[in-house]
Every structure is written in structure tokens, then in C-alpha cells.
């Protein structure tokens, strides 16, 4: 718009100027060097023409420019969400007015699922702070998912006893406190990556505000 409006003005100073002075002068009746003044005149009227034609293309040019950078910004953007709304991190960040989940690390061991069969795990550690005066637990306040070569992942209850970590899942803290907490999930496979999917979406935490927070990372799985 800026630009159209530029070029309007470019058009009716080159197409106006010049003959609009000229006929003051003549109207004055200039005598003595009216030529020359003639002449300068219309020499300063068409720089300055000119130097308005090169601004407005710099305006233009500018304007260009950042358009494309607010296109690629929104590009990038879209490239980080997963079909399904997760923003997808390098570590998992859930940080609202009202709790954070943030993802510490993983373990990798031997367990058991429910048939008694021996079986690959990964602990997964997260540090969880309740900022609520609400007491309020980490398994009712975010939900993890784990995946492996596309498919989901089981989770197991902690069954172990001793395992602090493991056991604050389950437990509730109030304002201001965090702790880490753990999760079990089995593993298809001890050299591939896993996708770690976190989110408040159903939590006793969420508030008023309702802001729902899905974030997505890969994890190397450490022994």
C-alpha cells in the first residue's frame, strides 16, 4: 500500500512540478535570468523526484523483506507442531501459572510386565513443581506418553519399593514445592530412540486460564 502511494506521488511530481513552477515564474513576470532560474529550478524540483523514487523503492524493498521473514518465521513455526498439536522440544518444558513438568532424564533396566516375563524398561525422571495452594499429585497433573519406532510404548505401575522417585508420582505437594518424580514405560528395543509426549491437557491444574501446554522430544536411552 505504502508503495502504490509512493508511486502516485513519483508520477504527479514528474508529470506537475516542473510546469507548475515554470508558470509561477512566468506569471511574476521574472525578467532578468528568468531562463536560467527556469532551469534550476526544474533541475532541484527533478532530484528531489528522484530521491522520493528512491525512497519509496527502499520502502518497498524493506517491505519485501520483512514479509518474507514473517513467512518463514510462521514456516519454521508449523514445522515444529506434530499433526496431532505437540510443540515439538529439545527437552520437555511445561512451565504454566499453575505447575511445571520438566524433563530430567532416562534409565534404562531390566523388569517385568504383568505375566511375570522379563522385559526391557526405561525410567523416565521429571522435576515437577505444583504452583497451586491446591495439593495436587504429578500422575494428576500431566500425562506422559512414550513411543518407539512409531508405536506406543506400555507404562507399568512402580511396584518397587525404595525407589524415592517412583514413589513421588503418586504423591501430593502443595505451593512452591518440587520434587522428581519418575515413570516406567517398556522399550521394544535397547538402541533406539524413544519420542517422549507430555502434556496438562486433562489436569487438576490447569485453572482459570485453562492454557493447555503438549510438547514432544526424542531421548536417547541411557543405560
Do not use: W
Request: aromatic content about 6%.
Amino acid at each position: 500500500m505504502r508503495s502504490n502511494i509512493c508511486y502516485l506521488i513519483f508520477l504527479f511530481l514528474k508529470n506537475h512540478t516542473c510546469k507548475f513552477h515554470l508558470e509561477y515564474l512566468q506569471c511574476n513576470k521574472i525578467q532578468k535570468g528568468g531562463e536560467s532560474m527556469k532551469k534550476i529550478i526544474c533541475v532541484l524540483l527533478t532530484i528531489t523526484v528522484v530521491f522520493s523514487a528512491v525512497a519509496c523503492s527502499s520502502n518497498k524493498s524493506n517491505d519485501s523483506k520483512k514479509e518474507k521473514s514473517k513467512n518463514e518465521e510462521v514456516k519454521k513455526e508449523k514445522e515444529n507442531i506434530t499433526d496431532d498439536g505437540y510443540s515439538i522440544v529439545d527437552n520437555i518444558n511445561i512451565d504454566t501459572d499453575e505447575m511445571t513438568v520438566k524433563y530430567v532424564g532416562n534409565k534404562l533396566r531390566k523388569g517385568k510386565d504383568e505375566d511375570g516375563n522379563n522385559i526391557d524398561q526405561a525410567i523416565i525422571y521429571f522435576e515437577y513443581t505444583n504452583k497451586t495452594s491446591n495439593p495436587v499429585s504429578f500422575d494428576n497433573a500431566a500425562i506422559i506418553q512414550v513411543f518407539q519406532n512409531g508405536e506406543e510404548m506400555e507404562g507399568y505401575a512402580p511396584l518397587e519399593a525404595g525407589i524415592k522417585e517412583l514413589e513421588n508420582t503418586s504423591k501430593e505437594i502443595m505451593d512452591g514445592k518440587t520434587i522428581k518424580i519418575a515413570v516406567v514405560f517398556g522399550v521394544s528395543s535397547t538402541k533406539d530412540n524413544i519420542t517422549i509426549k507430555a502434556t496438562n491437557e486433562e489436569s487438576d491444574l490447569l485453572g482459570e486460564s485453562g492454557e493447555t501446554v503438549l510438547q514432544q522430544q526424542e531421548a536417547q536411552l541411557s543405560k
